[in-house]
């Protein structure tokens, strides 16, 4: 499977399980994640989610071979219901993020509650050197967890930054040595699960309430851009470049 889910202790742990690919996601993964959200907003075991990848490697985003024979193309999409559950979650989500997390993989973590790093973690948005924009509304998370100049710096020229500029930028709360990290993260999770669900619950709303209605319409705008911009000849440079193996020429492009 390349996307493992259990329950245990209260805690549901997503784990990407595609090292051969570099944890890439496919629509097949999105949707076991999708699925996966879902059953936790009804289970009231389910008291925390983690999301984790490998010591090697978080998530090398979205693969973009599986991307571009399931293009995104209405909101039913597994990608987009993915965001939408994950920006509407109730339930606090923690991350335990080692090594790349490039696209998707580093967008996620604005939606989570907690986010630790190992110290090899590595995070990358490389959506304009894709000939795309931002997605899952990091265009307006990003901003004000970060501030303008370094979100610009991040979402315009992609490059990508370390688990320590992360945690200074706030989008990390912890940096911990590789082999502590998973314990630190679960242990963050127990402490969530051994709290009152409700009081948890009612003040992860509380402090993302005023939001939700930005977020949405945020996500929305993204998409229909993202949706646009797949369509141009910006983005065939930049994928062919990609499956070529060379860097791409958008010289020609206005």
């Not at 931002?134 to 998370?141: F, H, R």
Request: proline share 5%; with cysteine; net charge negative.
């Amino acid at each position: 499977m390349d996307i493992l889910t259990s329950k245990e202790n209260g805690i549901l742990t997503i784990e990407f399980n595609r090292l051969e690919k570099k944890n890439a996601i496919t629509a097949a993964m999105y949707q076991t994640m999708v699925d996966a959200l879902k059953d936790a907003e009804t289970d009231s075991a389910v008291r925390a989610i983690l999301f984790v990848g490998k010591p090697q490697i978080f998530s090398a985003g979205n693969d973009l071979e599986d991307f571009m024979k399931n293009r995104p193309n209405s909101p039913d999409s597994p990608v987009f219901q993915f965001l939408w559950q994950i920006s509407h979650a109730s339930k606090p989500m923690v991350a335990a993020v080692a090594g790349a997390a490039v696209g998707i993989g580093t967008t996620l973590l604005m939606h989570c509650d907690l986010v630790y790093a190992a110290d090899n973690a590595r995070f990358s948005m490389p959506f304009t050197q894709l000939g795309l924009c931002p997605e899952a509304a990091s265009s307006l998370i990003l901003p004000q967890i970060a501030g303008y100049q370094r979100a610009a710096e991040k979402l315009l020229l992609g490059e990508a930054f370390t688990a320590e500029e992360a945690n200074a930028m706030g989008l990390v709360n912890k940096v911990l040595p590789p082999e502590e990290l998973l314990a630190f993260a679960q242990a963050q999770a127990a402490k969530l699960v051994a709290l009152p669900a409700a009081s948890i619950r009612t003040t992860k709303r509380l402090m993302k309430g005023s939001q939700v209605a930005a977020v949405e319409a945020r996500m929305k705008e993204e998409i229909d851009h993202f949706g646009a911009m797949l369509k141009s000849p910006e983005a065939a440079e930049a994928f062919t470049a990609f499956f070529e193996k060379r860097r791409p020429d958008f010289s020609k492009f206005s």
